[in-house]
């Protein structure tokens, strides 16, 4: 076990880290009316939440183990557990069902398959 | 009474006293919007914490983190580098990449905030997360936001979610040591995530873009500094902006209109 990472350098990191998501959070916030979008860019905007959702949280599913070697299988726990969560998602909004349903089939599934 | 007197009656001049009622009210209700992913917020918060720790943070340093960054998943991202030693504009890199989403959001999210003052949108934008965003953009296509005071909605809205986030995050940190880190606990984060898009995938412009941005995210995964997952998000963003202009085009047979 190595000791915990700690330091002034990791400090440095950290105020990084912080600059640049307050940096890309505030961009056009900050910027305000000087900036101008056409008609066309607000529209796409409108899709960029569950464009750029969908592409973290997909091949966070069948991306698989340490070397993340694509996993498509029906034996993918990940899989078996998004799946889980999206079934129980038609049936009902309440996330706290979603994740107890998708964490559950999850765990079955790493136990047992 | 005296001097305090005379404050307190021009303070509450019935005007403003009815504008300060109307602005909490407002706060309230964005409080009482964001309920629904607070679970979610408050699972990806303590994922976030525990993985900072179990990543090799000392405590202290997982806690300044959590506070100043506030972005599970370029706090994430950094975290491997971090421990690999990685120069620190390496770091800074994969952070801001991870974050480039929130460009995006800010452009987004800024027509409705135009009329704030600098300091007031700069605040707001500091509390902005892929949770809040959403359901901010979600309520505001549904006409459900309030017509005045929306940065105190949205205030209200941030106000709960960092609270939550925050509280997690450090009991996540805390009890880091005594969670076994193969319980698998950082999948709820993605599940959380798939809870907060699924609704958005009833139209079909959403839906094929969403479709595209996976696929593409995926072949280009391997790329360096996560920067597949902006990949996938232009290409489904443009999929789902060309369905959304052809669907408009098309519909009741009308003739050539541009």
Redesign the interface.
């Known amino acids: 076990m190595n000791d915990p990472v700690s330091g002034i350098a990791l400090g440095v990191v950290i105020v990084g880290l912080a600059l640049s998501t307050f940096v890309t959070r505030t961009s056009f916030l900050i910027a305000g009316a000087r900036l101008r979008l056409s008609h066309r860019v607000e529209v796409a905007l409108r899709f960029a939440p569950v464009c750029t959702l969908a592409a973290i949280i997909v091949p966070d599913v069948l991306m698989h183990g340490m070397n993340a070697t694509f996993d498509p299988s029906l034996l993918n726990p990940r899989l078996i557990g998004a799946a889980a969560t999206g079934l129980w998602l038609c049936w009902s909004r309440n996330i706290f069902g979603c994740l107890a349903t998708g964490m559950a089939a999850y765990s079955l599934a790493r136990l047992y398959l | 009474m005296g001097v305090y007197g005379e404050y307190r009656r021009l303070v509450t001049a019935p005007g403003l006293e009815r504008e300060g009622a109307e602005r909490r009210a407002a706060f309230r209700g964005g409080q009482r919007a964001i309920v629904?992913?607070l679970?979610?917020a408050g699972?990806w918060g303590m994922v976030s914490g525990v993985a900072m720790?179990k990543g090799?943070?000392?405590?202290?340093?997982a806690i300044?983190?959590s506070l100043?960054?506030?972005?599970g998943?370029?706090?994430l991202a950094?975290l491997p580098l971090?421990?690999a030693g990685a120069p620190?504009w390496v770091?800074?890199a994969t952070?801001?990449v991870t974050?480039?989403?929130?460009?995006?959001?800010?452009?987004?999210?800024?027509?409705y905030?135009?009329d704030q003052p600098?300091r007031k949108?700069?605040a707001?934008?500091?509390f902005?997360t892929?949770f809040t965003?959403?359901l901010f953009?979600r309520y505001a296509?549904q006409g459900k936001l309030p017509e005045r005071n929306r940065d105190a909605w949205f205030a209200g809205v941030c106000a709960n979610n960092w609270t939550v986030w925050q509280v997690s995050a450090l009991t996540g940190i805390v009890a880091a040591s005594y969670v076994p880190t193969d319980?698998?606990l950082e999948?709820?984060g993605?599940?959380?995530?798939?809870?907060?898009?699924?609704?958005?995938?009833v139209t079909r412009?959403?839906l094929l873009?969403?479709?595209?941005?996976?696929l593409?995210?995926?072949a280009t995964?391997?790329m360096p500094y996560k920067l597949?997952?902006?990949?996938?998000?232009i290409?489904?963003?443009?999929a789902?902006?060309l369905t959304?202009?052809w669907q408009r085009r098309s519909p009741p047979a009308q003739p050539e209109s541009a």
């Open positions: 629904p992913s679970f979610g699972a720790v090799g943070l000392a405590v202290p340093w300044l983190m100043l960054v506030y972005a998943s370029a706090q950094a971090i421990f620190l770091i800074v952070g801001l974050n480039l989403r929130f460009v995006i959001y800010s452009a987004a999210i800024r027509p905030f135009a600098l949108r700069a707001l934008g500091f902005m892929d965003f959403t953009m296509q319980w698998g999948f709820t993605t599940l959380a995530l798939v809870a907060l898009v699924g609704p958005s995938l412009p959403a873009g969403a479709i595209v941005a996976a593409v995210a995926l995964y391997h597949g997952l902006f990949c996938g998000a290409a489904g963003i443009v789902a902006t959304d202009s």
